[in-house]
């Protein structure tokens, strides 16, 4: 399908994002959920960027997709280490709430997958005091091995927009094999599920303004300080890839 935006994409390490602002990006959107347009978005951070960079077949697949944005400061900061900086960081989070928001506003539907039972659970019971204009279509864990029963859900329910996460690269691997199963918008947004329900509390204002929220996960969940060797990997990669075309 031919994208409608105008954007300029950059290339990081071979990955395609949109240069736009998540203004602009969310118009889009709508427009293309009106529409009943398949439109599948991946929301890109350090991590998936180098995955790709090694997995072939994954790369292959976040190809596919329409539209990849910058989610994540280290995409920011690679695009200005090339000289072609991006408008802004569009994250999966923001993006998920805003769109459940105009969603309620709009009379739309949602499909939820991802997450433990319990946070699926509680996800529901947020959703519908949070945005009562906004119809559940169906929810479904993240723990799943056979496809079929949630697609046939999907597909019989025709919801506007799926929002997948079970993290990379599960939920891009499960959009691309079964966004043909509704005309709707496909987004993988990773752990928004447990920040949208208080499992997980997201970074306060100050630290998100300076850009620090990955820093703030770390120091809440140190398990997580083995994802923070992908960063300077990363770098190093976007600086040689600076260095080469010189």
Same mark, same amino acid.
């Given at each position: 399908?031919?994208?409608? +935006? ?5 290339? !990081? ?7 736009? /602002? ?10 293309? !959920?009106?529409?009943?347009?398949? +439109?599948?978005?991946?929301?890109? /951070? ?8 090694? /997995? ?11 539209? *990849?944005i910058a989610d994540g400061i280290g995409i920011i900061i690679g695009a200005k280490l090339l000289k072609q900086p991006l408008a802004e960081r569009i994250t999966g989070y923001d993006l998920f709430v805003s769109l459940l ?19 699926? /659970? ?31 859900? *999907? ?10 996460? +079970? ?7 499960? *959009? ?8 709707? %918008? ?12 208080? +499992? ?38 976007? %600086? ?7």
């Amino acid at each position: 399908m031919e994208k409608e +935006t105008k954007n300029k994409q950059v290339s !990081i390490l071979g990955v395609p994002f949109e240069d736009t /602002n998540q203004k602009d990006f969310e118009a889009l959107l709508k427009k293309r !959920i009106d529409a009943h347009q398949n +439109t599948f978005v991946v929301t890109a /951070n350090p991590e998936i960027v180098m995955y790709a960079r090694h /997995n072939r077949l994954y790369n292959q697949l976040i190809h596919k997709a329409d539209y *990849i944005i910058a989610d994540g400061i280290g995409i920011i900061i690679g695009a200005k280490l090339l000289k072609q900086p991006l408008a802004e960081r569009i994250t999966g989070y923001d993006l998920f709430v805003s769109l459940l928001h105009w969603g309620s506003q709009t009379h739309k539907s949602a499909y939820f997958v991802g997450a433990k039972t319990d946070v699926i /659970n509680k996800l529901k019971q947020v959703v519908a005091k949070s945005y009562p204009g906004l119809t559940i279509a169906g929810t479904h864990n993240g723990y799943f091995g056979d496809d079929r029963n949630i697609v046939n859900d *999907i597909a019989r329910t025709q919801p506007d927009m799926v929002f997948v996460a +079970t993290g990379y690269p599960k939920q891009e691997e499960f *959009i691309e094999r079964n966004r043909k199963a509704a005309d709707g %918008l496909w987004m993988g947004i990773g752990g928004s599920f447990d920040v949208l329900t208080g +499992t997980v509390k997201r970074a306060p204002q100050s630290w998100q303004k300076m850009h620090l929220e990955w820093l703030y996960r770390v120091v809440k969940e140190p398990s997580r300080i083995y994802r923070l060797s992908v960063l300077p990997k990363y770098l190093l990669e976007v %600086l040689k890839e600076k260095w080469s075309k010189k």
